[in-house]
């Protein structure tokens, strides 16, 4: 039997490989800060390692394991609705700077994050009550 120290780390063991490659993806952005590589290519670099890797799928895995609101807040994430939402506020974004509205713009993105937190807490707390 393990002892009681010991058991926290037993029960990381089923998720060792999303660790490490979340742990990577951060010494990625780190390191990429800190020798000055321009943010966009970071991001491609990071997408597209996430991507073959399934870091992202598996980032949900893990939040899906928690008790309770863990299996709402994927079900939340993976809502056609939250990624139409999201993705269309982003498109609309980019016209929006190109006409020089930026600073609209970003108070417009904080509102919509914050209409998406939102959305999610409220999801979980009506399927909780």
């Known amino acids: 039997m393990l002892r009681p120290r010991f058991r926290f780390w037993a029960t990381l063991r089923p998720y060792s490989r999303v660790i490490l490659l979340w742990a990577i993806i951060g010494l990625m952005i780190a390191l990429g800060i800190w020798l000055g590589v ?7 670099v990071l997408v597209v390692f996430g991507i073959a890797t ?7 895995l893990v939040l899906g394991a928690i008790p309770i609101a863990g299996p709402l807040i994927v079900k939340v994430f993976t809502l056609p609705f939250f990624w139409i939402l999201n993705g269309l506020g982003y498109f609309l974004s980019i016209f929006a700077i190109r006409r020089g509205y930026s600073k609209d713009v970003f108070s417009y993105r904080i509102f919509t994050i914050v209409f998406l937190v939102g959305l999610v807490f409220g999801f979980i707390l009506g399927k909780i009550l």
């Open 38 to 44: 321009d943010k966009k290519v970071i991001g491609l």
């Open 54 to 60: 399934q870091a992202f799928s598996s980032l949900l």
